[in-house]
Nanobody, 113 residues
């Protein structure tokens, strides 16, 4: 069974912070890179950040220096720490196992004053 459950979204003011969490089923998490993506209204889903099984990371230029992706291999969890949030970060955020097409329901992040 494949399961991806995102949580932690909400409404935050510009400059604020949020921490997103993703619980993944072990059969798609173990040994695989995990990524966060986002989709803003009227736009295509876009890559945000990725973390390999060994902890190496990469980020979209738009979030570099503000977002931090991490994982807990013992708990099959992926996290996205978001700081200095901007209105243009508003989107539904999804996690997925890199190379797979399974998606969770996403978590809404709204940055607005």
């Amino acid at each position: 069974q494949v399961q991806l459950v995102e949580s932690g979204g909400g409404l935050v003011q510009p400059g604020g912070s949020l921490r997103l969490s993703c619980a993944a089923s072990k059969n798609i998490f173990s040994g695989r890179a995990m990524a966060w993506h986002r989709q803003a209204p009227g736009k295509q889903r876009e890559f945000v950040a990725i973390v390999t099984d060994g902890g190496n990371t990469n980020y979209a230029d738009s979030v570099k220096g503000r977002f931090t992706i991490s994982r807990d291999n013992a708990k099959n969890m992926v996290y996205l720490e978001m700081n200095s949030l901007k209105p243009e970060d508003t989107a539904v955020y999804y996690c997925n196992a890199w190379g797979r097409t399974d998606w969770g329901q996403g978590t809404q992040v709204t940055v607005s004053s």
